[in-house]
């Protein structure tokens, strides 16, 4: 699983050196980079471009896309937009959409102002139009276009094509772009044309990065003062509104968009960080439990200077925030903006906090609008318990002694169990067993304190924890602590592997999470310790993540000789065996991942035990076939090969790697698999109920092509012993699961477990499978583990737990 965006920060997407990830492995690229040939435009272009807004060491606070106008006459924008596209799109990826109005300027500019970031101290000049895209620091894709529809193109040949497209510049690695990419953008550089406006059709040789320098059509440029968006009170008379008010009783306020004034309440928290502002709660509630007594009120760059105690009449306009922006499926935060606010007394007593227990939250996670947004839905906090925590947006609440179920990370967070008879693992978690059952005591806690956790699953918050509920893009709901319990260790040990006998085979899988010579060292050697003393050096291994030679460099590096040498040193150093290795170099940027680094899925192999069987001929586009053989009933066209590598189904993916192996004598075939992730899921706490699952499409065709490709094996020799295995990204109970084993030619090994016990990855504390080892028919009463030392502790190498086979 790739790096990610803290919750407790403003949505800003993926941002230079993060990528942004609802629920696993980072999103993939689309084809293959293709030039784009649109006709160069004599007038408006655009003229600068800027993603790094609010990230850490910008002083500006949004980000910001600047036309220009090279022509004689201003430019009408009646009807145009500005619209975005992430630089390593999936199938599945979207255009954001702008909507612009008004005209540019002869000779001059048009600023839109889009998503704002966590940090920055300087607001833009006041912008032309505004929206709320977050866009990279560092690559994506901006195009004006003569339409206000989003866009559908995901290559640069096809963005080409489209008559609405009048410029289009990719910036970064970004696979859609005209030429080459610009380069230079940074969260301090923005990537701009010179003054003459120049339009080649190749943003290389067009935009170069720079300060960013952003003016609007008066000419206004960066450090100007905008307009204070809220009234100033004059009084301190409480306004008509209270805090139920603004909130309401479903999960838009009714007064969104709208100003308010003198709305009363208690701070009861302040974050000074991340996403600055402070809670207040009206002490006084309207006895109506589908509507909060809390709100957030929002100061963006600005420090909060009320303390919590004090009795305050707030000013600001109301606005629904969207975590992620809200094309990404997330709920929205009622929040107060572009606040004044008046202190009316300190020391105040807070309103007491509300205990969430075992029976508190409902055991139905969320109501159901067939696929739709529930947003419209009246509350029913007695039904779901996505609804009660709505409910209690913004309030106090706070929990006793609970069960850590999702160990704390470096974002400082931590989840919790609110129902410890929910679903328990033997070591402590929480087990996912389906998705109608998403396990709704689950809770996530962070501190808005900075006070660090270091808690693994089983251990125990004690104590009090105790703040204002709040919601972020990762995890949904929360509590931003205030008061924090303390951690008392559960006595959690990482697993252990058996030794297999000597008649046996061992065949195991792990994802390194991007493992490359760029790592420490001591990465590889806390991996090579797993591989030796937990995994019990396995025969085989197939491993999932390896990258190029140079990591996420992009420069067209495939090789990983490297990366691999690297490991299977440090594995010999801790008492491993000389592991010999096979694998396919991918085609550059063609199979996803981190952008440049090229992952791919690699065969370790203990030479004093098995023999791999090379046949040539195996090479990165070239597919591997069943061939039958007289000696041995069925034997590899090529070995390594790759399953139907040309395929649609694999397109910006990791395909497959299919080796022969022998053991004792006898023929082992090993298919070791990474299929794509879930990126652009919509989230399970989400707006939308139930969520679609968009990224299940492309796994399933994966699963079909595996699956195809072992029936062709078993036909032409029934008795063949096929071990398939890796990180597929799914549960053992999805589609693309079922389709994997369509007509029982393979076993999923996890299905043999008990329940609370079939899990290999914990995401938002439910302990989940996404790692699998599959086995044919042949193999007969295979001996199967998951091995948990990363995904249950807090000091992981790996966010995955590997899993090893034993069988004669």
């Not at 380069?183 to 720079?210: H, I, K, P, Q």
């Not at 925030?321 to 935060?333: E, K, L």
């Not at 509300?354 to 067939?370: F, H, K, R």
């Amino acid at each position: 699983m790739s790096s990610r965006i803290p919750p407790s920060l403003r949505g800003k997407g993926a941002k230079a050196g993060l990528i942004a990830l609802p629920l696993g492995i980072a999103g993939s690229l689309i084809g293959l980079p293709l030039v784009a040939e649109a006709a160069p435009s004599p007038d408006a272009v655009i003229s600068e471009v800027y993603g790094g807004g609010g990230n850490s060491g910008a002083s500006l606070t949004n980000d910001f896309i600047e036309l220009g106008n090279a022509g004689s006459a201003p430019f009408d924008l009646s009807g145009w937009s500005v619209q975005y596209l992430s630089g390593a799109p999936t199938a599945n990826s979207k255009w954001q959409v702008t909507p612009l109005s008004g005209s540019v300027p002869a000779g001059g500019n048009y600023l839109v102002q889009e998503a704002m970031g966590t940090g920055g101290d300087t607001a833009l000049p006041t912008p032309d139009a505004s929206g709320a895209i977050p866009m990279s620091a560092t690559s994506g894709t901006v195009a004006l276009v003569h339409s206000t529809t989003a866009l559908t193109c995901l290559t640069a040949a096809d963005c080409a094509a489209d008559g609405t497209v009048r410029d289009l510049v990719g910036f970064g690695t970004a696979v859609v772009r005209e030429g080459s990419p610009a380069t230079g953008a940074s969260n301090t550089a923005s990537v701009a044309r010179g003054t003459a406006l120049a339009d080649t059709d190749d943003n290389s040789a067009d935009f170069t990065g720079g300060t960013p320098s952003p003016r609007n059509s008066t000419g206004g440029g960066s450090g100007d003062p905008s307009p204070s968006p809220t009234p100033s009170p004059t009084d301190t008379t409480p306004g008509s509104l209270r805090i139920h008010d603004i909130q309401g009783s479903t999960r838009i306020s009714p007064q969104n968009g709208k100003t308010v004034t003198n709305v009363p309440g208690v701070v009861t928290g302040v974050r000074s960080s991340g996403s600055k502002g402070y809670w207040i709660q009206d002490p006084d509630a309207d006895g109506n439990a589908a509507t909060s007594e809390g709100i957030f009120v929002y100061t963006g760059s600005a420090t909060p200077t009320v303390k919590v105690g004090d009795s305050v009449l707030v000013s600001g306009k109301v606005s629904e925030y969207y975590p992620g922006g809200q094309s990404s499926g997330t709920q929205s935060v009622t929040e107060l903006t572009g606040p004044k606010a008046i202190v009316l007394s300190s020391g105040n007593a807070l309103p007491e906090a509300e205990t969430i227990g075992s029976a508190t939250l409902p055991e139905a996670y969320a109501p159901q609008a067939q696929g739709g947004s529930i947003e419209s839905l009246e509350l029913k906090p007695d039904a779901y318990a996505l609804d009660w925590l709505e409910s209690r947006e913004g309030m106090l609440v706070q929990v006793g002694d609970s069960r850590v179920v999702g160990a704390s990370n470096e974002y400082n967070e931590t989840w919790i169990t609110t129902k410890p008879e929910q679903n328990p693992t033997p070591r402590g978690g929480t087990v996912l067993t389906g998705y109608d059952d998403p396990n709704s005591g689950r809770l996530l806690v962070t501190s808005v304190t900075g006070e660090q956790l270091k808690a693994d699953v089983g251990d125990t918050l004690a104590g009090t924890t105790t703040g204002p509920v709040d919601y972020a893009d990762y995890g949904g709901y929360n509590i931003q602590a205030t008061a924090l319990g303390t951690v008392v260790p559960g006595g959690l040990t990482p697993g252990v592997a058996e030794h297999g006998k000597s008649n046996e085979l061992s065949v195991a899988t792990y994802n390194v999470e991007n493992l490359d010579p760029t790592d420490p060292q001591s990465k590889f050697d806390r991996l090579a310790e797993g591989i030796v003393k937990n995994l019990a050096s396995p025969d085989i291994v197939s491993l999932e993540e390896i990258q190029d030679n140079n990591g996420a460099k992009d420069d067209g590096t495939v090789a990983a000789d490297s990366t691999i040498s690297q490991f299977v040193d440090a594995i010999k150093a801790a008492g491993g065996p000389a592991y010999d290795w096979r694998s396919i170099d991918p085609v550059n940027d063609s199979d996803g991942g981190e952008p440049g680094g090229n992952i791919r899925t690699v065969f370790l192999f203990n030479p004093e035990r098995v023999s791999f069987v090379d046949r040539p001929g195996g090479d990165s586009t070239t597919a591997v076939e069943a061939v039958r053989d007289d000696k041995k009933g069925v034997r590899l066209s090529v070995s390594p090969g790759r399953i139907d590598p040309t395929s649609d189904a694999w397109k910006s993916s990791r395909k497959p790697l299919v080796g022969e192996f022998t053991f004792r004598g006898q023929q082992v075939f090993v298919i070791g698999n990474h299929f794509n992730s879930k990126g652009g899921d919509q989230p399970v706490h989400g707006a939308f109920q139930p969520p679609t699952l968009g990224s299940e499409t492309q796994r399933t065709t994966q699963a079909q092509e595996v699956n195809t490709f072992v029936s062709s094996l078993l036909a032409k020799d029934a008795k063949a012993k096929v071990v398939v295995l890796g990180d597929l990204n799914d549960y053992q109970f999805s589609k693309p699961l079922t389709t994997l084993t369509a007509g029982g030619i393979l076993t999923d090994l996890i299905n043999t477990l008990p329940v609370n016990e079939r899990y290999s990855y914990v995401y938002d504390g439910n302990s989940q499978t996404l790692d699998h080892i599959l086995v044919s028919r042949a193999i007969k009463k295979p001996e199967y583990e998951v091995v948990h030392i990363n995904s249950e502790f807090h000091d992981q190498t790996s966010d995955h737990d590997p899993q090893v086979v034993r069988f004669k």
